[in-house]
């Protein structure tokens, strides 16, 4: 089993839909949950962050933790074509810098 | 402003030479790692640092090096380049307890 699981897509919503993205993760002492975007040829770039239970808001963007079924996801409100691009879900445990990435998802907005 | 930068962004080098990439940041963050991306694998982590003169193995450290002598720099060697090697490496850094920031990558092809 992958540490952090992610559907590859890709994932098509049209313009102005909600876009929700899934990641699971297996090791129950993850503490730090990331949200990145990449678009195409460039490096990643973070999007949002969450460590607590429950939702974080940030513009169109929500991240959704619960850590009792072990599962993030990010929400994108208002989907625009500038959001297609790969989002990447990041873990990391407990007094550890270091991240575990998915294989990212593939979303594209469909105008 | 404070960044991030790899050197050089494309190279093109043949088995058996030694190769170094460099990544600098003037963030000033304890923290730095080395990743590889590979279609269907995602990001992986080679070697990470949470400070000068501390150098730790990643997932798939085999056949890379790293040192660090200062905070701004964690340069990576390929001892000996392989065509497995051929990939593109993302250099990230972050303070304690804080996200981690990506370089814009070095495209390394090994011919």
């Known amino acids: 089993q992958k540490e952090v699981e992610q559907n590859s897509g890709p994932l098509s919503v049209p313009e102005g839909a909600i876009a929700s993205l899934n990641c699971t993760y297996s090791?129950?002492?993850?503490?730090?949950f990331f949200w990145y975007r990449q678009y195409s040829g460039k490096s990643p770039e973070l999007i949002m962050f969450?460590?607590?239970?429950g939702d974080k808001e940030d513009g169109r963007f929500t991240a959704q933790l619960n850590k009792a079924s072990q599962y993030v996801s990010l929400l994108i409100r208002d989907s625009q074509p500038s959001d297609s691009a790969t989002y990447l879900c990041?873990?990391?445990?407990?007094?550890?810098?270091?991240?575990?990435f998915g294989t990212g998802t593939r979303l594209t907005i469909i105008p | 402003d404070a960044e991030i930068t790899q050197s050089p962004r494309h190279k093109i080098t043949e088995t058996g030479r030694q190769v170094t990439l460099a990544c600098h940041q003037t963030?000033?963050?304890?923290?730095m790692f080395w990743y590889r991306q590979d279609l269907g694998h995602g990001l992986r982590l080679i070697h990470y640092?949470?400070?000068?003169?501390?150098?730790n193995k990643g997932e798939v450290s085999d056949g890379y090096s790293v040192s660090r002598s200062n905070t701004e720099d964690l340069p990576l060697t390929l001892e000996s380049a392989a065509s497995s090697q051929t990939s593109v490496y993302f250099c990230?850094?972050?303070?304690?307890?804080?996200?981690?920031?990506f370089g814009d990558g070095t495209r390394l092809s090994i011919l």
């Open positions: 990230a850094s972050s303070d304690f307890g804080q996200p981690q920031h």
């Open positions: 090791d129950r002492g993850s503490q730090s």
């Open positions: 969450i460590y607590s239970n």
């Open positions: 990041a873990v990391n445990l407990f007094g550890n810098e270091k991240l575990t």
């Open positions: 963030w000033n963050h304890n923290n």
């Open positions: 640092s949470y400070g000068v003169q501390d150098t």
